[in-house]
Every structure is written in C-alpha cells, then in structure tokens.
C-alpha cells in the first residue's frame, strides 16, 4: 500500500475520531440535562468525561482539517501573491508548523512521562492514572507534524486521486496549486 492511502486513511480517521468524540458528548450531555429534567438519576460522571473528550476531539480534528486544507489560515496575503510565491509561503508555514508540532509533541511526552513517573492520580467522578488525560497531546501534535511534514515534502498534495478527500469540492491539493 502507497504512503498517499495509508496517509490518506490515518487522516480519515483522524476525523472520524473528532466526530465521534463530538457526537458522544452532544448525546452525554443531552442525556444529562434531559434526565435532570425529567428526575432522573444523573450520571455524576458526565461533566468530567466530556471535559477531557473536548481536547481529544480538538487534537484529532486538526491534522484531519489540514489534510482537507480547510484549517485556520490567513488567505489575504495568498491572494496577492503569484502561484509560484504562494507555493513558497505554504512550504514555509508547513516547515515552521513541523517544527513547533515536533516540539508540542517532544514537550508533551515529557509531561506525560513526568506524571506517569509520579504515579500521579485524577481523583474526581472517576479515579485513573493522570498520565491517560496527556495521551492524546503528543499522538495529536504528531499526527499534525506528519501532516506538515507531507506538506513540506509535497506541497502540491497527495499524488494519489483515490485518496482524496470524499467532499466534493473540497480538496487538501489546493495549497500547492
């Protein structure tokens, strides 16, 4: 299988996992508010799994949305740039967000290797190792980093059609164009 599918796919997933972490804490939190409502028990649990849901559903949302090339970016100066320079900007961005990805990713094992070592505990609604709420900082920052670093290696996209993003219109081969 060719870097572009697998790529492709880990992508694909990335956003998967952002919209199912985003519908299981509308649901959660619909369910609590209607059972309070209702007088029903509610599930002390809620606030705090949702708490920690929101992070993985961010982290996991933007490689995805960058692949897709529908991330946060300035396009003023784009626009006033020929192609060729263009091309050059995006090459630049993506090198400089390889690197602080790589380094959120670097810092954050560290963390979780710190409270991991501690044995430090999350003592709420639900008592587990510390370290699991870091987890998902360095596996996120480094999927964002892949992400860059395809964009630096490849600046005009995955050669791959079929691995393409599947909304029509939308295209993560727009940067290098």
Known sequence: MSFAKVHAALMRGCGFVAAATVAAITLLVCYDVVGRNL????????????????????????????WRNQHVRLDVLGALLPPRAQR??????????????????????????????????????LVFPEWWVYLPVPVGFALLALECGRRVLRPSGLTDESAAPAQPGASHEAVGR
């Open 88 to 125: 050059h900007v995006d090459r630049l961005a993506s090198a400089l967000g390889l690197v602080v990805s790589l380094l959120m990713a670097w810092y954050s094992i560290k963390v979780l290797f710190d409270s991991k070592g501690a044995g430090s505990l999350v003592m709420k609604a």
């Open 39 to 66: 007088g029903l028990r509610s599930l002390v649990w809620v606030n705090e799994v949702t708490e920690y849901a929101l992070p993985i559903a961010t982290l996991a949302a933007a490689p995805w949305l960058m």
